[in-house]
């Protein structure tokens, strides 16, 4: 990646980095999915119901799987937030594996971060497949630039919303193999497609904020740990143990330490 292509990232909102992770680092991967997937549930489960989907999820990975959390904190996934964002220090805020069965639909357009108890800017998610994926079989497609919608647009938006490529926005896809990553800004609108027919589709997004970003509050929490933290309107997220810092220019970083209350599962 050249700096004039990084430099993209604050306009668009999305933009591919080829060949981030060796093989190395893709086998690392490789070698805990099935770990993960143990303790993987589907959004029923979560809700408290039957286990009905063909799509599991997990989150908090790295505070029970010390491999994973080695490889937060050692492969080349923090620095390359930290030049996407223009930030000194990068902080995780949340990691999400994915896993859905052979020919599994997608999801349709949305956003992920207008609910996150968050202000600031210097937010991104860093995606990647372990499986190749196609531009109509997986694939993650954005409008260009929607990260920049106003405050209004975004609220008067439902949960799912359409997006025709025909019309006056640029919509992008990115066709990835193992070891290609997708930095994208959560605020952006995105669609991922399903999974191809032959293979399922295992996938891990990576969020993380800058030195610009702060903890707000609010009434409810996807996570209901976060509820617990204590943080207060204004902290950043970086001083408390529930957010480790992976990369700080400053400061030498340690291994995260798990810190989650040993009641929360993943």
């Keep these: 990646m050249t700096d004039a292509q990084w430099g993209d990232f604050p306009g668009r909102g999305a933009l591919v980095v080829r060949g981030l992770l060796d093989e190395g680092w893709i086998d690392v991967l490789r070698g805990v999915v099935d770990e993960i997937l143990d303790v993987a549930a589907t959004r029923n489960e979560r809700l408290g119901g039957a286990a009905a989907s063909r799509s599991r999820s997990a989150d908090g990975i790295w505070r029970t799987n010390d491999r994973f959390a080695r490889f937060l904190e050692q492969s080349p996934l923090a620095d390359a937030a930290g030049t996407a964002l223009g930030s000194a220090s990068v902080t995780l805020y949340e990691d999400l594996f994915l896993y859905t069965d052979p020919s599994v639909p997608g999801a349709p357009w949305h956003r992920d971060a207008p609910h996150w108890p968050l202000m600031g800017q210097q937010i991104c998610s860093v995606w990647l497949s372990l499986e190749p994926v196609e531009i109509d079989t997986g694939a993650l497609h954005f409008v260009v630039g929607s990260h920049h919608d106003d405050d209004e647009v975004v609220r008067e938006e439902a949960m799912t919303t359409e997006v025709s490529p ?101």
């Design 166 to 266: 025909e019309g006056d926005r640029e919509v992008v896809g990115f066709a990835t193999e193992p070891g290609d990553a997708i930095v994208f800004h959560p605020r952006i609108r995105h669609a991922a497609l399903g999974a191809a027919p032959e293979r399922p589709r295992r996938t891990f997004t990576i969020r993380m904020v800058g030195d610009d970003v702060r903890w707000r509050p609010r009434s409810s929490y996807y996570h209901p740990w976060m509820a617990e933290s204590g943080l207060q309107r204004g902290d950043r997220l970086a001083a408390h143990p529930w957010f480790p810092v992976l990369r700080d220019e400053h400061h030498p970083v340690g291994r995260p330490a798990p810190a989650r209350p040993a009641t929360e599962g993943i």
